[in-house]
């Protein structure tokens, strides 16, 4: 067998091949990116409101996270979150006697370690975009008789969207890369998937290249659809 047709049994479909391993390790890498986003938006919106928030307590909670995430390598979180976390989680139900026997799905873990990473960058995004809504708006909510979280949540936040969403769209890219550190904690991600392919066959270059070459394609469709986001946003928003 010549060397091209090697590579097209390689990467073929079924028990030859390792194309199903990979697709569905980029279909694990895609449902993270996705869940550990959504977590971070929620720790980000959060964050952001205490910044901005007259809460002392709340401000410097959310300043000592945020300072957390951009002081500390986001791999030692993850170990941190990833190990440490969920064996507390573990030994605390069991000692309450809830269940005898518990362990924190992988998947999960792996959700809220990359979850609390994002969470800290979106919060600055959310910030920069909430302080950016100009107070005047603010303080027409509050002449029509708005209580505050009616004022945050009819004023304020739809008009932050469409300032944040360029830098949320970057987080999107970045977390779908991050991805690949779960694959150090033994996560069978896309890395993963073909780290193990190119060890079982020694064609480092040939899994590893198609790695690169599957997150070329969810980062390129990834930028095409932010892009007609923003730009759907920003027309809907002209047009007010």
Not at 43 to 65: D, E, H, P, Q
Not at 117 to 132: C, D, K, M, N
């Amino acid at each position: 067998m010549d060397s091209h047709s090697s590579w097209l049994v390689l990467l073929s479909f079924g028990d030859r091949g390792w194309s199903d391993s990979l697709l569905w390790g980029a279909g694990l890498s895609l449902s993270l990116s996705v869940t550990a986003y959504l977590v971070g938006l929620v720790l980000g919106l959060m964050g952001a409101a205490a910044k901005i928030s007259g809460n002392r307590v709340a401000r410097t909670i959310a300043n000592f996270y945020t300072s957390v995430i951009r002081s500390v390598p986001e791999i030692l979180i993850i170990f941190l979150v990833y190990y440490t976390a969920t064996n507390a989680v573990t030994s605390l139900l069991q000692m309450t006697g809830l269940v005898a026997d518990f362990e924190v799905n992988g998947f999960v873990a792996a959700t809220f370690s990359l979850g609390i990473v994002q969470g800290g960058y979106s919060t600055e995004v959310l910030r920069g975009a909430l302080v950016s809504v100009a107070k005047g708006q603010s303080e027409a909510g509050y002449a029509l008789g708005l209580t505050p979280r009616q004022n945050f949540r009819l004023i304020v936040l739809p008009q932050a969207i469409p300032l944040a969403l360029p830098g949320l769209g970057n987080l999107w890219l970045i977390v779908l890369k991050e991805t690949s550190l779960v694959s150090l904690v033994g996560f069978t991600d896309l890395v993963l998937a073909g780290k193990m392919a190119a060890g079982a066959t020694h064609r480092y270059f040939l899994f590893y290249s198609a790695v690169a070459v599957i997150f070329l394609v969810m980062s390129g469709v990834s930028t095409v659809l932010l892009h007609m986001l923003e730009e759907r946003y920003s027309k809907a928003w002209r047009q007010r």
